[in-house]
């Protein structure tokens, strides 16, 4: 496997040169906040080139912030142990109350579960693949990886599903961008590590995968592969931009997945993996817990019409909340 090379130095809160070029004369036309690595970039750069697109604006009026995280800044140890997912979005969150930005961009994974007061999910673009892949230069499969092997992730679900397939494999944190895990693979840190396919494709690093699971074998996160855009809820202007290139049925199924989790996530620091399909009027999703060393799973699936994603989900997390018991939720 062949590591890509470094990132480009990016200097964090200020505007991106050659992305942002701010006219002299014509004001911003809309300001979005964005993390830095390149995965985050090229995920912003394509909801700014829609909306440009859709509303005949020059992509230069539409300024992109660079905006360093907790995450970013945090290496060393499970995001879990430092205070969840939302260290992604908080710094971002935070300039988007202040005013500092119109919206801001996401992947839909890393946004938690409950925004802040005065904050929405106001749209979301066309979902990319949301499959995971195994990267590995000694195996094709999960299931081909000698005994005792290392896998390198910091994802609890990934972690847990790993530890129920095969419990004789190590699993070891593995934090960074998806280049810098590609470049800890080729030196050799872990013998495989597990990413989303999305973020492959959007970066066109395709050809270091081994295989793609199915969702059979291997669920989804909540959100993977799909781009959000956070907005404040009394900004009726960015809403309604915005709304010009909302893609209605990704948005249906986030409302799935995300109604799931926020029956769970409140009191469960379980594993969760969710993930919904919309085929014209129907909506299928199938949703999973399992205890962190992937020794107890349980699962459930629903279908039923995508007018009712939320309602879907919340009723797929509440019978899991209740299959799974008050002691499960404390592992």
């Not at 802040?116 to 693949?129: H, V």
């Not at 594993?271 to 459930?300: N, V, W, Y």
Request: aromatic share 4%.
């Amino acid at each position: 496997m062949i590591a890509p090379g470094p990132a480009p130095p990016i200097e964090t809160g200020v505007a991106l040169q050659g992305y942002m070029a701010q006219s002299s004369v014509e004001p911003a036309f809309l300001r979005i906040g964005s993390r830095g690595s390149p995965l985050a970039l090229f995920q912003t750069r394509a909801v700014r080139d829609q909306l440009a697109a859709a509303h005949g604006v020059d992509p230069t009026r539409i300024t992109i912030d660079v905006i360093r995280t907790s995450g970013d800044m945090i290496q060393d140890r499970p995001l879990a142990e430092a205070g969840g997912k939302g260290l992604f979005t908080k710094e971002i969150e935070d300039a988007l109350l202040a005013g500092k930005i119109d919206l801001a961009v996401h992947s839909s994974k890393d946004v938690p579960t409950f925004l802040p007061p005065g904050l929405m999910l106001s749209a979301y673009l066309p979902r990319e693949d949301s499959r995971d892949v195994l990267i590995s230069p000694k195996a094709k499969t999960l299931q081909d990886l000698p005994r005792g092997a290392t896998v390198g992730t910091a994802s609890p679900r990934r972690e847990a599903l790993v530890r129920r397939m095969r419990p004789d494999l190590k699993v070891i944190n593995f934090r960074g961008n998806v280049e810098t895990r590609l470049r800890k693979m080729s030196e050799g840190v872990a013998d495989a590590t597990i990413l989303a396919l999305a973020g492959l494709k959007r970066l066109n690093l395709t050809d270091a995968i081994a295989t793609i699971m199915t969702p059979e074998e291997f669920l989804p996160a909540v959100g993977q592969g799909a781009i959000a855009m956070e907005t404040r809820e009394n900004d009726t202007r960015t809403n309604t931009l915005l709304s010009s290139i909302d893609h209605a049925p990704t948005a249906a199924a986030l409302r799935c997945e995300r109604a799931f989790l926020a029956v769970l996530d409140g009191s469960c620091r379980a594993p969760i993996a969710g993930h919904a399909i919309i085929g014209g009027e129907t909506l299928s999703f199938r949703g999973m817990i399992l205890k962190p060393d992937g020794s107890q799973c349980f699962e459930t699936s629903r279908t039923g019409d995508w007018r009712d994603a939320a309602a879907i989900g919340t009723d797929a997390g509440q019978e899991l909340k209740s299959r799974g018991g008050p002691d499960f939720f404390l592992s």
